[in-house]
């Protein structure tokens, strides 16, 4: 088998891994056009109407406007501690390093519906200890959103310190910089691409978060995953494709917009 032939397989199975990917989403986006009451195929025709019928729905619209409030936060909170943490473990070395490193990134590799019980386990025992209510509260949830988004924002900026040259800011500090200087003026301005594409992967990671969420909202207040389940258990219509298509155009406007500022597949 020659190289033109092995060449051609490959971009066949390529082909076919991208539809894989893809089709599911090219359908949502057509169904939510659909002007059928009851979601079925063929379409009898087309309309705009489930977009504005999901925006009068007052569980999507504040749903939406908690989970992009909340995401928010979560960046907030992921940066002010990732950001020190990755230059920590970059610039330094010190005992029980590669353990923090493994901390800080295991809410990657933690199943989603684990992490949100370990966590709601873990409010009720602080409750039990400190008599402060946490679990079901604002700030439950926004410490659980800033926790999905740490790990995200640690790899991206760690990736984008390792491949910054440390004499950079030996040169500063050799020149009379001090640490905060240096960091402000030669340090953040390096790895700022790292530090926006972790911003808004994280913004992304927490604004589609389900599974830890449902364990931690409080009475009168749902995310806009949540408001998407409670919706589809009684009725199927073609109003969850219009938010789910409004869903995919945010997310995929902030991940391609996350790798022009840095690379995902270096950092992975």
Known sequence: MGILAINRIYAALSALVLAFVLLPLVAIVWVSFFANRILSF????????????????????N????????????VAISLVLGVPASLALVRYRFPGRDAIQTVLLSPMVVPGIVGGAALFMAFIELEVLLDVEIAGTL??????HGLIALPWTVRLVTASLVGMSPSFEEAAR????????????????????????????????????????????GPGRTTLQIALVSYLEWNLDSTVAAVATVQILIIGALLIASDRYARLARAF
């Not at 025709?45 to 977009?51: A, P």
């Not at 790895?191 to 364990?215: C, H, N, R, T, Y």
């Open 174 to 217: 050799s020149l009379g910089a001090g640490v905060f200087t240096t960091f402000f003026r030669v340090t953040l301005p390096i790895i700022k691409p790292g530090i926006v594409a972790a911003a808004l992967f994280s913004f992304v990671v927490s604004f589609i978060d389900l599974e830890k969420s449902i364990f931690l909202v």
């Open 63 to 74: 749903g939406f406007i908690t989970s992009i409030e909340t995401a928010l936060v979560a």
């Open 42 to 61: 063929p379409a009898t025709g087309y309309t705009l109407d489930w977009y504005v019928r999901a925006w009068e729905q007052e569980a999507f619209r």
């Open 139 to 144: 700030p439950g949830l926004l410490i659980a």
